[in-house]
């Protein structure tokens, strides 16, 4: 039988600008599987860094890589053995896979807290990701998703990392007898609008704090939701709380310096969930000895997370479900723009007001 094959992007990684389309193997349906077919891909930070040669590894044996780990997909096959899977559901693939030791957090399924780091993720390491038309996967890694979600299910993944940043952060806060209500976040991109909208929904003040003008779609997504937004070019953090303290606090701008503010604005028993990763290299004088004091006499969690687990899917498609209606209108609007497969590299463009761009890979 000739083996069948897709259309998909491919990367070098190591090498720059090394997008290209071609054609990429589909492997045969196996025991277990699901046949998906690929409706959409989100971008981020990490498909711009795999684009740019800065990080990203291929499958063992192969010399490239499909990138993209945020993804819509629809059943098209249903491999043997499997029930209460069958074709038209919408499905999205979880990115991180187990480690080949299966280590005591991986064998729990909590291989977003593998002990080892040896994981792979679609897209990213050691396994193909989701930016080409067609593709299988195991049904025990594919969380289903309701077609009602059909407009905004792209968000599943990202939304699966703020709520295990902020379920775990709470978890830990349970140690104070008074839960918290009041929360900023820093960073108006996909994460921070995300864990803005899932604060609000616990019923939490929250602030968020970014550097695009008040009249901004960013703005208004946030005061949509019953937010305090921040204009930090005009109005700096300080000066707008000026009083306030927060009982949690999300950074999620990928700006260290941002870090070191929102750590001085946290109140007694509060945390900082550092959920971005900074680049570059930026340099501050800081009293280390003041904040140690601080976090000690305080009781205040500095915590960092990545990734997310299988039942933060889960949680992400129940959340989104409610936000339909609590929220009616607004997270379609944080897709901000839609390209064909042809032009994935626009996608990679940075725009002021940009959120999600999204990659239509195929259509429904």
């Not at 899977?85 to 999205?92: E, K, M, N, R, T």
């Not at 899932?198 to 929250?206: I, N």
């Amino acid at each position: 039988m000739e083996a069948q094959t897709c259309r998909g992007i491919a990367v070098t990684p190591g090498k720059a600008n090394s997008a290209r389309i071609q054609s990429v193997p589909v492997d045969e349906l196996g025991a277990g599987e699901l046949m998906l077919r690929v409706l959409e891909v989100g971008i981020c930070g990490t498909d711009e860094e795999i684009n740019e040669g800065l990080y990203g590894a291929p499958p063992t044996g192969m010399d490239y890589l499909v990138p993209g780990h945020e993804s819509l997909t629809e059943v098209v096959g249903v491999g043997s053995g499997l029930t209460g899977w069958q074709p038209g559901d919408l499905a999205v693939p979880i990115v991180r896979r187990p480690c080949p030791e299966n280590c005591a957090a991986c064998a729990r399924g909590r291989w977003d807290m593998c002990l080892t780091g040896d994981y792979r993720e679609r897209g990213i390491s050691g396994l193909q990701g989701m930016l080409r038309e067609r593709m299988t996967d195991h049904a025990d890694f594919v969380v289903r998703v309701p077609k009602t979600l059909r407009d905004c299910a792209v968000l599943v993944e990202p939304l699966s990392i703020v709520e295990k940043a902020i379920g775990e952060t709470l978890r830990l806060q349970r140690r104070s007898p008074v839960p918290p209500r009041s929360a900023l976040v820093t960073g108006a991109g996909p994460i921070g609008l995300l864990a803005t909208l899932l604060l609000r929904s616990r019923g939490m003040e929250v602030h968020l704090l970014d550097r695009r003008p008040k009249e901004s779609l960013k703005a208004r997504i946030a005061t949509a939701a019953g937010a305090n937004y921040i204009d930090d070019s005009t109005t700096t953090l300080e000066d707008a709380t000026k009083g306030l303290t927060f009982d949690l606090a999300i950074e999620a701008s990928g700006y260290a310096p941002l870090l070191f503010r929102a750590l001085g604005k946290l109140g007694r028993n509060a945390a900082l969930v550092l959920t971005g990763v900074t680049a570059g290299h930026h340099s501050l004088s800081i009293d280390v000895d003041l904040m140690n004091q601080e976090l000690v006499l305080e009781n205040q969690l500095l915590v960092g997370s990545v990734n997310a687990a299988r039942y933060h899917y889960t949680a992400a498609v129940a959340d989104l479900s409610r936000w339909k209606k609590r929220f009616p209108g607004l997270l379609p609007q944080l897709i901000t723009g839609r390209y064909p497969l042809e032009r994935f590299t626009d996608a990679l463009q940075k725009s002021p007001d940009g959120i999600k761009p999204v990659v239509e890979v195929s259509q429904a």
